[in-house]
């Protein structure tokens, strides 16, 4: 005969397997939907309506946000999802974000701003990461060599402290982080204070980012973070689905191949920078005006954060002298970026002007783009 005590083990035991099962379902059901299908001449005739396509000499055809200004970022505008599936999704507030931010790379080039080169895989997001001492920080992954950038993952974290965005840790997946962002020039200090993170894996054929982990989002989440995805069929579906919790993700499986000197006049002539008519004076002092007001307020907002430092510094027992130094390596590297965004603003101005209008001749044209 069973005693009562084996009964309540047998009984937690079976309650045990259940919740596991249970659980188990739930986390193979996060994914709703499958994947469409998209071939590469789709894939990057749609991005030709939204940006500018022209021949980079290193990566070939690359690919511009049409009207970026110079302090234009990528992977800025949205936020972080935390998924069972796919680890850290980014999810884009910019209706080209389903494309730029999930398959290709990023390189920044301090006279032409950043540019996207393309690539069919699909991944949640490529960027590398950095955290500790409560931040958390990341940046675009540049493509580790031409055409050679989408199958290898490159786990380093070395890009430029200019490239990076850094949040407090508990604002990671605040639902739009460009709010939440530090000031750029403050990364030249985050960098030497925060560690490499970087880590994705290969899971069911799909890169997963298991970059973060998981204690540091459940503090970020004040709780549970993880949310279900939903797959859908067009990019141009809501980012926000008000009657579920899920992600609604456009993720395509794209067929094809980019070549690099790939000849893109031929099938469609609007792949060609078609804006190459001279920005007028009135136009260019608005694009200057815009730039000093964007750096005056950035130049505000760091002042006010350095103020703040006073009475509670940026990492913990930290001396007035340590802080200084802070201060004023900030301060060097604003000085700098200002620099590189008159600059590219200017040189931005001086294409327009330089360069004719261009027919099918493709070696040349889109030199100018935004």
Not at 18 to 31: G, K, P
Not at 163 to 168: C, D, G, Q
Not at 276 to 293: G, S
Request: net charge negative; hydrophobic share 35%.
């Amino acid at each position: 005969m069973t005693s009562p005590s084996r009964t309540r083990m047998i009984f937690a035991t079976i309650i045990a397997c259940a919740w596991l099962l249970s659980f188990s379902s739930t986390v193979q059901a996060q994914v709703v939907g499958s994947r469409s299908k998209m071939t590469i001449e789709t894939f990057v005739n749609i991005l030709s309506s939204q940006g500018n396509w022209h021949r980079n000499e290193q990566w070939g055809w690359v690919w511009q946000p049409r009207n970026a200004p110079p302090w234009w970022r990528p992977y800025a505008s949205g936020s972080w999802i935390a998924t069972k599936d796919f680890g850290m999704v980014w999810h884009s507030y910019e209706s080209f974000g389903w494309a730029v931010y999930h398959y290709g790379r990023w390189v920044h080039q301090p006279d032409e701003g950043w540019f996207w080169v393309p690539d069919t895989e699909w991944g949640p997001g490529w960027v590398s990461w950095r955290a500790g001492n409560g931040y958390v920080g990341w940046a675009p992954m540049p493509p580790k060599s031409p055409g050679d950038f989408g199958v290898s993952v490159e786990a380093g974290c070395s890009t430029p402290p200019q490239s990076w965005l850094f949040v407090p840790e508990n604002q990671l997946l605040t639902a739009n982080v460009i709010h939440v962002t530090l000031p750029v020039p403050r990364n030249v200090n985050l960098i030497g204070h925060t560690d490499c993170e970087t880590r994705y894996v290969l899971e069911g054929g799909v890169r997963t980012d298991r970059s973060i982990p998981q204690d540091v989002l459940e503090r970020a989440a004040h709780g549970y973070p993880f949310r279900p995805v939903q797959m859908v069929e067009s990019p141009s579906v809501p980012l926000n689905n008000p009657g579920s919790t899920a992600l609604l993700l456009f993720a395509p499986v794209i067929s094809g191949h980019m070549p690099l000197n790939r000849d893109l006049s031929g099938t469609n002539q609007t792949l060609i920078d078609p804006s190459q008519t001279p920005f007028p004076p009135a136009v260019q002092a608005e694009h200057r005006r815009m730039l000093e007001n964007y750096h005056h307020a950035e130049l505000a907002r760091m002042h006010q954060m350095q103020v703040d430092d006073l009475q509670r510094p940026p990492l913990p027992g930290m001396s007035r002298e340590q802080l200084a130094a802070w201060h004023r390596a900030e301060h060097a590297q604003y000085t700098s970026m200002i620099q590189g965004q008159r600059r590219q603003l200017d040189n931005d101005h001086q294409d327009h002007y330089e360069n004719e209008p261009t027919g099918s001749d493709t070696d040349d044209a889109g030199d100018g783009s935004s």
